[in-house]
């Protein structure tokens, strides 16, 4: 059974760190690109980070840049997502999926159309 788990949510201070884990069971990460999105309650869901099958490009959305940091591990067949500095507004469930392409193009990089075999997703909750 091809499946993505994420975990690594849970409730955090602002200005705290976490770091989300997407572990692929059933079939290999190797030759995929590899996206982070999220979703809070009453709004769509927006691409946060990308990453190439190399792990050699990256793309993330403007309101995580210089905090978040995506990263993969092939031998663990998992991609992180590294946050920090993290803000009430990053409040949301974030979500692991595999780029339906082998590499896409910038414009596509954190469009959610363009990614299949989603993850269950994970809660984060960013208060004081």
């Known amino acids: 059974q091809l499946q993505l788990v994420e975990s690594g949510g849970g409730l955090v201070q602002p200005g705290r760190s976490l770091r989300l884990s997407c572990k692929a069971s059933?079939?290999?990460?190797?030759?995929?690109?590899m996206g982070w999105f999220r979703q809070a309650p009453g709004k769509e869901r927006e691409g946060v980070s990308y990453i190439s099958p190399s792990g050699i490009t990256t793309e993330y959305a403007d309101s995580v840049k210089g905090r978040f940091t995506i990263s993969r591990v092939k031998a663990n067949n998992t991609v992180y997502l590294q946050m920090n500095n993290l803000k009430p507004e990053d409040n949301a469930v974030y979500y692991c999926?595999?780029?339906?392409?082998?590499?896409?193009?910038?414009?596509?990089?954190?469009?959610?159309?363009?990614?299949?075999?989603w993850g269950q997703g994970t809660q984060v909750t960013v208060s004081s």
């Open positions: 999926a595999v780029a339906n392409v082998y590499q896409l193009h910038i414009t596509q990089r954190l469009r959610a159309n363009f990614y299949d075999n």
């Open positions: 059933g079939f290999s990460l190797d030759f995929k690109a």
